[in-house]
């Protein structure tokens, strides 16, 4: 393993003009995020006493989670001599991340146990407040925020009241590249694990700089991506799978149905969530397919992902979901949630064929294959 290599030392970012957020939203232009952090912290440290900042994120944490939430770990150790807390919720099932967790050792607390009087305010990445996926715990402020995501009503942030520290950037393609960009503004050294971890989530958010791929994003996996193990980069990326995966794999198939251009696969109820971002992203592989929409329910959530050839996905997913649930995204990925009302499955069968029959709407009469579609384990 090699030695710890300090980062590239040069001018410190400064936060760009806002883009599309509403006047006031986000980082000050022209202020260093950075600095704008240092300057909350130092603020309200006095007040924390003994007290911890605690990091989440959003209910069954990706890859860009992940690392996003142990390089922001790292920043407040070095940079800001805090001795934060890592926890998350759900269990995290998809192979890929599996194998980021076990190959890093990465290890963090469940966040449905934490002593809430022990934790001065959370520090959240990858997500926001507001968002479906997302459980934040009563009594503990929202210090800082950092993520990428589109929320549902942009416009509606300039009237609400916002964490001190609001790092949104929906230009940038990971909340991990993000994150690299404070490392390095505060010259911190970056250890072979974390620059691991902030490169998987680089990688798996961008698709290897392929998706909304930004100048900090390309800089960010390549200087990560060099001082990473590229042994357990590969087996990250390529990990083995559980006899039961391939169980759920084809019922997944047997459900799902070609619509013309797009697969729709609304699969009742699911082992876990992250096996319907999975399978979305399966079914958008197929050929000619221009974009994918996979629906599954697990306890009192139906969970949707939706993937695009290009297009932006959120206008997509806005459309489906009509006035129900709650959803995100950005570039090619867009995913929601929606509360079931009851465990009745006869309200989950009435629930997806509202999807179904808005997601129809989006595809013209004439490209459909059929009104009941194709079953892909049908296909001639």
């Not at 040069?10 to 760009?16: E, K, M």
């Amino acid at each position: 393993m090699e030695p710890a290599a300090r980062m590239i030392r040069h001018t410190p970012t400064v936060a760009p003009p806002s883009g599309d957020l509403p006047a006031g939203v986000g980082i000050p232009a022209g202020v260093q995020p950075l600095a704008h952090l240092r300057a909350v912290i130092e603020g309200l440290r006095p007040s924390w006493g003994s007290r911890r900042p605690l990091i989440l994120t959003h209910r069954t944490p990706d890859p860009d989670a992940l690392g996003a939430m142990f390089g922001l770990e790292l920043l407040l150790r070095c940079a800001f001599g805090l001795a934060p807390e890592i926890a998350a919720l759900g269990k995290i099932s998809r192979a890929e991340n599996v194998a980021m967790l076990r190959e890093l050792e990465l290890a963090f607390a469940d966040a449905d146990r934490l002593d809430r009087k022990h934790y001065a305010g959370v520090f959240l990445v990858d997500t926001q407040p507001g968002f479906g996926h997302t459980t934040l715990p009563e009594g503990i402020p929202v210090v800082a925020v950092f993520d990428h995501h589109r929320p549902p009503d942009v416009a509606a942030l300039e009237t609400k009241s916002l964490p001190p520290h609001y790092d949104l950037r929906l230009e940038v393609g990971a909340t991990s590249a993000l994150m690299y960009g404070y490392l390095r503004d505060a010259g911190i050294e970056l250890d072979e694990r974390i620059a691991t971890a902030l490169c998987c989530g680089v990688r798996f958010d961008t698709l290897d700089l392929a998706n909304s791929a930004t100048e900090l994003d390309c800089e960010a996996f390549f200087e990560t991506f060099r001082r990473a193990d590229h042994q357990k980069l590969a087996r990250i990326q390529r990990p083995t799978l559980p006899a039961i995966y391939y169980r759920d794999l084809y019922r997944s198939l047997s459900r799902a149905r070609r619509y013309g251009p797009a697969v729709l696969g609304f699969l009742g109820r699911v082992v876990n969530a992250e096996s319907v971002a999975e399978m979305a992203d399966f079914f958008r592989r197929m050929e000619d397919c221009r974009w994918s929409l996979v629906g599954g329910a697990v306890g009192e959530t139906y969970h949707l992902s939706l993937r695009t050839d290009g297009v932006e996905a959120y206008p997509f997913l806005q459309h489906v979901l009509g006035k129900e649930g709650s959803f995100g995204g950005r570039g090619t990925v867009a995913g929601g949630q929606v509360p079931l009302a009851s465990d009745d499955w006869r309200d989950l069968q009435r629930l997806e064929r509202r999807l179904r029959g808005r997601a129809l709407e989006l595809i013209e009469p004439g490209e459909r294959t059929g009104a009941r579609g194709v079953r892909l384990t049908q296909i001639p």
